[in-house]
């Protein structure tokens, strides 16, 4: 004889003398209970990774417990992997990139970035509303961190972020070599078609490299905490509002401090004030590594540092290094 469970719903109502409508109700409460703690658990990891993104899923995990919530780092690895999430230290990345598509080296290690249109760079962050996520990707350059076009989609294809190269050439002209993460999009045929069409050249980040984007995710962090997490935008309309309303902000009247206290449209129309430098240099398992950023005027550095206390274990990811700005 079969067990209650495997029997029909409405076999199973008809025995226990309840109907149909009682268990479907239940059923959509459970589920609305499990969207909700869902939903929570997506704010804090989103707000999180963005305040650390070096944070793997371990670390998430604790953070997670730490916060009052019963999760295992399988139920975090889904949550951070439906964000498209992954930590920035060096290690296991979780970032697929297609595997037929080519990926090309990246070119920026000890350049001196020394004027505007030298280096562009791009790079996709998610944005959370309160009936799911959307994709927003943004074209920066180096020398003025002036955002030169962006786009939001409500989904992952490739076409919202090669609309956003082409306006931004159209607009800006062409850079000399453009940067971007391995993500399928960005390797995809359609995106570096349009480059190699415009003699750009092509440079990738290394897989898990933290600091190779790094005034992208500057830019992520600025739009999230100035932007985003103030005005808790209710649909992607509303979003769309606020988004174009800060990028013109951010251009045109929010002063860098790394740009001697200029705006990066500033910078960006007058070719002075700007630049950066990295310089890529790593050591042994017990010595110092640091990467520097510099301005051409105003000198900002930023170091990331490793110790020998922070040496992973077999298996385990390599702990983050601590960011130190100086200006």
């Not at 251009?251 to 790394?258: C, L, P, W």
């Not at 301005?295 to 110790?307: F, G, V, Y």
Request: with cysteine; glycine share 6%; aromatic share 10%.
């Amino acid at each position: 004889m079969n067990s209650l469970e495997s029997l029909p719903v409405s076999r199973q109502c008809q025995l226990l003398a309840v109907t149909r409508s009682v268990v479907y109700d239940k059923k959509k409460r459970l589920q609305r209970e499990v969207g909700e703690l869902d939903s929570m658990l997506l704010q804090l990891l989103d707000e999180e990774y963005t305040r650390h993104p070096f944070y793997g899923t371990r670390r998430m995990t604790h953070y997670l417990r730490g916060c009052g919530y019963t999760v295992n780092r399988k139920r975090v690895q889904g949550l951070m992997q439906k964000l498209g999430l992954a930590g920035m230290a060096p290690g296991p990345n979780t970032s697929k990139a297609h595997p037929q598509h080519k990926i090309y080296p990246y070119l920026l290690r000890g350049v001196d970035v020394v004027r505007v249109n030298q280096v562009w760079s791009t790079d996709i962050t998610y944005i959370r509303l309160p009936r799911g996520f959307v994709y927003l990707v943004a074209i920066i350059d180096w020398y003025s961190r002036k955002v030169l076009s962006w786009r939001l989609s409500n989904t992952m294809d490739t076409s919202f972020c090669v609309d956003s190269l082409e306006e931004a050439i159209q607009s800006q002209g062409r850079p000399e070599i453009f940067n971007t993460d391995q993500g399928s999009q960005f390797t995809s045929d359609s995106f570096t078609s349009v480059l190699l069409k415009n003699d750009i050249k092509i440079s990738m980040d290394g897989r898990g490299r933290a600091l190779d984007n790094i005034f992208v995710e500057r830019l992520w962090r600025s739009v999230k905490y100035e932007e985003v997490y103030l005005k808790k935008h209710e649909n992607m309309q509303d979003l769309l509002m606020g988004l174009t309303h800060y990028f013109m902000f951010y251009n045109n009247e929010r002063k860098h401090q790394s740009l001697g206290y200029q705006t990066p449209e500033t910078v960006y129309r007058s070719g002075v004030g700007g630049g950066a430098k990295i310089v890529d240099k790593f050591g042994s398992a017990i010595e110092q590594s640091s990467v520097t950023l510099r301005s051409t005027q105003d000198c900002s550095i930023i170091k990331s540092e490793s110790k020998a206390e922070a040496i992973p274990k077999p298996g385990q990811r390599r702990a983050a290094a601590t960011e130190k700005v100086l200006s």
